[in-house]
């Protein structure tokens, strides 16, 4: 069982870290279409 634990866990952080990427990469591309809007927002006040 530590050997299959082992394994899960090490797929479980593999998953998870391309989740992390995935949802970083959409947060950092929102980040940058909705960049416009709040420069224009800023230099409004």
């Given at each position: 069982?530590?050997?299959?634990?082992?394994?899960?866990?090490?797929?479980?952080?593999?998953?998870?870290?391309?989740?992390?990427?995935?949802i970083l990469l959409i947060?950092?591309?929102?980040?940058?279409?909705t960049n416009d809007g709040?420069?224009?927002?800023?230099?409004?006040?």
């Amino acid at each position: 069982m530590s050997c299959e634990t082992g394994e899960n866990v090490g797929n479980g952080s593999g998953f998870t870290l391309i989740v992390v990427l995935f949802i970083l990469l959409i947060i950092v591309g929102a980040t940058y279409m909705t960049n416009d809007g709040i420069g224009g927002y800023g230099e409004r006040c």
